[in-house]
């Protein structure tokens, strides 16, 4: 037999489940399982939209002028093994034995 979640409101175990929601039918409170709710985790993407990981080549779509230094990344310049960041919109890599974080919707996979 299938165990329910006890009611959150009134910690009754009477709970049963009703399509997409648990009920309680002690005190009619209506609730999602906690364990059935799940953050999906953003995923760092490219421009097309292709999900990139860490290990991936990407190359530079435009040229991008380096804050803080005279270097400009040439559109075209391939960049192999990435590190993703917690921001899904950045990435860590090494251009010319330079570290530089670049942003994703600037890079293509591939």
């Known amino acids: 037999m299938t165990e329910y979640p006890k009611c959150p409101q009134c910690s009754m175990e009477n709970t049963y489940h009703d399509g997409t929601t648990f009920v309680c039918p002690d005190c009619g409170h209506e609730f999602v399982s906690v364990e059935n709710t799940t953050e999906e985790e953003p995923v760092a993407m490219d421009c097309n939209g292709t999900p990139l990981a ?9 040229d991008l002028k380096v804050k803080g230094s005279s270097m ?16 899904p919109d950045l990435v860590d890599c090494k251009i010319d034995g330079s570290a530089i974080v670049l942003r994703t919707e600037f890079l293509r996979k591939g």
Do not use: A, C, P
């Open 54 to 62: 860490d290990g991936d080549s990407v190359t530079v779509i435009k």
């Open 72 to 87: 400009v990344v040439k559109q075209g310049t391939k960049v192999k093994s990435i590190r993703l960041t917690e921001d």
